[in-house]
Every structure is written in C-alpha cells, then in structure tokens.
Nanobody, 119 residues
C-alpha cells in the first residue's frame, strides 16, 4: 500500500491551500487517516484525524480553519486549510492505517509536501 500526497506550496497569510492524499495498492479497508506536520527543528505532530465513519478531530491551533475529509470509494483524504498563518509553515504528511486484502495490517505514510505561509 502506498500514499501519494498532492498540493502544498507558497501562500500569503490569510490564504488557503488544499492538500490531498491518495492511497493505492491491495487495500481492503482504511480505518483511520491523519495529517501530520513537521516544522523546522520541531517534532512531527498530528494535525487532523478522520475515522472510517467520518468522525474528525483537530489540534486546537487549527480548529475552525482546517477541515479534513475523505472519500472512502477513492481511498483519498484531503485537508482544506483556510486563514493560513505563518506558524502553519511545515512539511505536511498524510498517514493511513488499515487492512490489506490479505488480511495483513498496514500503516503507511505519504512523501510529505511543503506548505509555506509567507508574505
């Protein structure tokens, strides 16, 4: 199973970006999908989580600004980021946890995509 991330880039403060991540391979089900971010010199932290049933959770600093969503039919997860701030600058990673058709579990990461918020 592999994850490929799309989106990211340079945006001015107050702007918006949308990140997407597509899972491919021998997938039976994806239980949880997450977006993490890692700023320079800091640890990777989870930003948003969405379960297979669509329940979501966010870190406090992005609540009301970021929205995580998923398309179970396409095995994709997206992160809509609005009202971006310079402190949102980081490399963003998607993560998926699920079960392969063989019955084996998987826990995979996307390649990371840079988001830079700067004027």
């Amino acid at each position: 199973v592999q994850l490929q991330a799309f989106g990211g880039g340079l945006v001015q403060p107050g702007g918006s970006l949308r990140l997407s991540c597509a899972a491919s391979g021998s997938i039976f089900s994806i239980n949880v999908m997450r977006w993490y971010r890692q700023a320079p010199g800091k640890e990777r932290v989870v930003v948003a989580v969405i379960t297979g049933g669509g329940s979501t959770s966010y870190i406090d600093s992005v609540k009301g600004r970021f929205t995580i969503s998923r398309d179970n039919a396409k095995n994709t997860v997206s992160l809509q980021m609005n009202s971006l701030k310079p402190e949102d600058t980081a490399v963003y990673y998607c993560n998926a946890v699920g079960v392969q058709r063989s019955g084996a579990p998987f826990n995979v990461w996307g390649q990371g995509t840079q988001v830079t918020v700067s004027s």
